[in-house]
């Protein structure tokens, strides 16, 4: 079947940190990842996507590569901001179908000054 | 500006009243479907739409119902709400190849049953 696994928060991390959010995913074939980020109070917004094996998506600072061999689409960023202060999704489309997303626990990350 | 607008935002009912949540995009797209967000849960599919008057089940369709006769509205209706379904609703859609795209989420609506 398909499903994603996310690494489990809360994150807490200092302004400037590095920043790594663990996802891998179970799927047959090729499907396509995401990373969505929900801000306090708001809903879901696309992050970051890639569709094919090694494509690397980027938005925001923000970075994950489609790891085939690994099955995994971890996010990344160089320098975290109070900002970036939200809930991450990691989510999979699997392939050849339009009728289901497949979504991670989501991981909470907290930036402090 | 493209969105998905959900209504109401907050809403306490009482166990046993019918209610409607109301979803509507202005994008064209020919997916809709809801989701529900509990916490450590993450999100799970409630129902979806392909297009007009084409639904079919998510992953926890019990208890709820959901209508497309227009393309651009998607509503979610409780029969009959009971406090398991506490939760906070988040409506989506998306466009023909919509699985390269992603989804456009709704703010949510965090529904209350006492």
């Known amino acids: 079947g398909n499903s994603v696994t996310q690494m489990e928060g809360p994150v807490t991390l200092s302004e400037e940190a590095f920043l790594t959010i663990n996802c891998t995913y179970t799927?047959?074939?090729?499907?396509?990842l995401f990373w969505y980020v929900q801000y306090p109070g708001e809903g879901l917004q696309l992050l970051l996507k890639?569709?094919?094996?090694?494509d690397k998506g980027s938005n925001k600072g923000f970075e994950a590569t489609y790891r085939k061999e690994t099955t995994s689409f971890h996010l990344e960023k160089g320098s975290v901001q109070v900002s970036d202060s939200a809930v991450y999704f990691c989510?999979?489309?699997?392939?050849?179908?339009?009728?289901?997303?497949?979504f991670g626990t989501g991981t909470s990350l907290t930036v402090i000054p | 500006e493209a969105q998905v607008t959900q209504n109401p935002r907050y809403l306490i009912t009482v166990t046993g009243k019918k209610l409607t949540v109301t979803c509507s995009q202005n994008?064209?797209?020919?997916?809709m479907s809801w989701y529900r967000q509990d916490p450590g849960l993450g999100l799970r599919q409630i129902y979806y739409s392909m297009n007009v008057e084409v639904t079919d089940k998510g992953d926890v369709p019990e208890g709820y119902k959901v209508s497309r006769k227009e393309k651009r509205n998607f509503p979610l209706i409780l029969e009959s709400p009971s406090p398991n379904q506490t939760s906070l609703y988040f409506c989506?859609?998306?466009?023909?190849?919509?699985?390269?795209?992603?989804?456009?989420f709704g703010s949510g609506t965090r529904l209350t049953v006492v």
């Open positions: 989506a859609s998306g466009r023909t190849g919509w699985a390269n795209y992603g989804y456009t």
């Open positions: 890639a569709t094919k094996a090694d």
């Open positions: 799927a047959t074939g090729y499907p396509s």
């Open positions: 994008m064209n797209h020919e997916y």
């Open positions: 989510a999979l489309s699997p392939q050849n179908t339009g009728n289901q997303f497949y």
